[in-house]
């Protein structure tokens, strides 16, 4: 057993040992710069800055029909997506108590009707007698007195029985434009009332062809925007469609917020195949600055600090105007910063060592920012990145965190 014990403890030394060997080849040749750090070349192209924000899509003209008398829904003609066209029925109320009131204006006038035609045929009587000294002037002006109350009387009665035709008509419900049905509140059976505030039954969508998107950005973005610009948008429902639009309006009147102040921003735009959607989110991105041809270098090689930095040098930001690259940021988070005179520092492979450089920055677009100034030119590569830890074991500045 003896022989055998010391065989295997040399084995597992010389395994030991080998391992070892590896690792520290491994390690020797994981320092070097370009094996450890991830490069990327410095390019020229064109960038666009752009802007974003929610909003919501909603029908260019969203008619809310209600109704100007009471009663009980006895009849519904539509329902919801239905096409209709202005003055067709969409719903009838019940008419018993306004029909009733009907027919009582209109005796109400053959009443007073007979009453003028008495006061009429007593005025011609009082003439022809007063003609013949038979009564007094007094009693002739009180028969005209009388015939022209008779027939302010009539007209009276004869507007009360108008308007309470009006209201009868109102028991049947027209549509007040052409487009479709979006949304019908009422139900059959169901009792409505009108009072101060005229309640909402139906919502009619005048054309769904032309839709608008009703958006708010950040004060800090709203200078940059002008009617007119164009805009690009995606909805969830069609994630791999970009669809493409026009600002129409900047409202002025601001919102505030918990303290944010925010601009209604109204974008126009086409819906011919009317697969875009009343109420859908959409995510609007407006271009507010564009450049081309020119030098730009990825936003994460200005976010990436040398393991090694000063513990002091790597709680500065790495640039005081550009954003953090790749990273896509909310809907007017981080925006509004003056970047044409912000600087920035890159890192390059000098010999063996890592050697910063500190670069001017223009306008940026979240990935890759513009280089204004500095000692970089097309074809330089800077540090993005670290493919291993630092020898020291700590972790890079640039990847993934472990929670």
């Given at each position: 057993?003896?022989?055998?014990?010391?065989?295997?403890?040399?084995?597992?030394?010389?395994?030991?040992?080998?391992?070892?060997?590896f690792?520290?080849?491994?390690?020797?040749?994981?320092?070097?710069?370009?094996q450890?750090?991830?490069?990327?070349?410095?390019?020229?192209?064109?960038?666009?800055?752009?802007?974003?924000?929610?909003?919501?899509?909603?029908?260019?003209?969203?008619?809310?029909?209600?109704?100007?008398?009471s009663?009980?829904?006895?009849?519904?003609y539509?329902?919801?997506?239905?096409?209709?066209?202005?003055?067709?029925?969409?719903?009838e109320l019940?008419?018993?108590?306004?029909?009733?009131?009907?027919?009582?204006s209109?005796?109400n006038?053959?009443?007073?009707?007979?009453?003028?035609?008495?006061?009429?045929a007593?005025?011609?009587?009082?003439?022809?007698l007063?003609?013949?000294?038979?009564?007094?002037?007094q009693?002739?002006?009180?028969?005209?007195?009388?015939r022209?109350?008779?027939?302010?009387?009539?007209?009276?009665?004869?507007?009360?029985?108008?308007?309470?035709?009006?209201?009868?008509?109102?028991?049947t419900?027209?549509?007040?434009?052409?487009?479709?049905?979006?949304?019908?509140?009422?139900?059959?059976?169901?009792?409505?009332?009108?009072?101060?505030?005229?309640?909402?039954?139906?919502?009619?969508?005048?054309?769904?062809?032309?839709?608008?998107?009703?958006?708010?950005?950040?004060?800090?973005d709203?200078?940059?925007?002008?009617?007119?610009?164009?805009?690009?948008?995606?909805?969830?429902?069609?994630?791999?469609?970009?669809f493409?639009?026009?600002?129409?309006?900047?409202?002025?009147?601001?919102?505030?917020?918990?303290?944010?102040?925010?601009?209604?921003?109204?974008?126009?735009?086409?819906?011919?195949?009317?697969?875009?959607?009343?109420?859908?989110?959409a995510y609007?991105s407006?271009?507010?600055?564009?450049?081309?041809?020119?030098?730009?270098?990825?936003?994460?090689?200005?976010?990436?600090?040398?393991?090694?930095?000063?513990?002091?040098?790597?709680?500065?930001?790495?640039?005081s105007?550009?954003?953090?690259?790749?990273?896509?940021?909310?809907p007017?988070e981080?925006?509004?910063?003056?970047?044409?005179?912000?600087?920035?520092?890159?890192?390059?492979?000098?010999g063996?060592?890592?050697?910063?450089?500190?670069?001017q920055l223009?306008?940026?677009?979240?990935?890759?920012?513009e280089?204004?100034?500095?000692?970089?030119?097309?074809?330089?590569?800077?540090?993005?990145?670290?493919?291993?830890?630092?020898?020291?074991?700590?972790?890079?500045?640039?990847?993934?965190?472990?929670f």
């Amino acid at each position: 057993m003896k022989p055998i014990i010391k065989k295997s403890l040399i084995a597992l030394v010389a395994v030991t040992l080998a391992g070892g060997g590896f690792y520290w080849y491994r390690s020797s040749v994981a320092q070097s710069p370009e094996q450890r750090y991830k490069l990327q070349a410095i390019e020229k192209g064109d960038l666009t800055q752009t802007v974003s924000a929610n909003g919501t899509l909603n029908p260019v003209v969203l008619v809310n029909v209600g109704t100007q008398v009471s009663g009980t829904v006895t009849r519904l003609y539509v329902d919801f997506n239905d096409k209709v066209v202005k003055g067709q029925p969409l719903l009838e109320l019940d008419r018993s108590l306004l029909a009733a009131q009907a027919r009582q204006s209109a005796a109400n006038i053959g009443n007073i009707a007979a009453t003028l035609d008495l006061a009429r045929a007593s005025e011609a009587r009082m003439k022809t007698l007063f003609e013949q000294e038979y009564v007094s002037r007094q009693e002739l002006e009180q028969a005209v007195q009388t015939r022209r109350s008779a027939e302010a009387q009539l007209a009276q009665a004869r507007a009360a029985a108008d308007k309470d035709q009006v209201n009868l008509n109102y028991t049947t419900i027209r549509s007040p434009v052409s487009g479709i049905v979006v949304d019908r509140v009422v139900d059959l059976g169901q009792t409505v009332a009108a009072s101060l505030q005229t309640p909402t039954l139906i919502k009619i969508a005048q054309d769904l062809s032309e839709m608008r998107i009703d958006s708010s950005f950040a004060e800090a973005d709203i200078g940059k925007i002008k009617t007119g610009q164009k805009v690009r948008f995606t909805v969830d429902a069609f994630p791999n469609r970009t669809f493409s639009g026009e600002v129409q309006q900047i409202r002025l009147n601001p919102t505030t917020l918990q303290n944010v102040v925010t601009y209604n921003v109204r974008v126009s735009l086409e819906n011919s195949e009317q697969i875009l959607l009343p109420g859908m989110t959409a995510y609007v991105s407006i271009g507010v600055a564009k450049r081309d041809d020119i030098l730009m270098v990825p936003n994460a090689a200005l976010r990436f600090k040398p393991a090694e930095a000063d513990t002091k040098t790597a709680d500065k930001p790495a640039q005081s105007g550009a954003p953090a690259g790749g990273e896509q940021k909310r809907p007017g988070e981080g925006k509004g910063k003056k970047r044409d005179t912000s600087s920035g520092t890159v890192y390059v492979i000098d010999g063996n060592e890592l050697k910063p450089v500190t670069i001017q920055l223009g306008i940026t677009d979240n990935r890759t920012t513009e280089v204004v100034g500095g000692d970089l030119k097309p074809g330089d590569k800077v540090v993005v990145g670290e493919n291993v830890a630092n020898a020291s074991g700590k972790p890079s500045s640039v990847g993934m965190r472990l929670f």
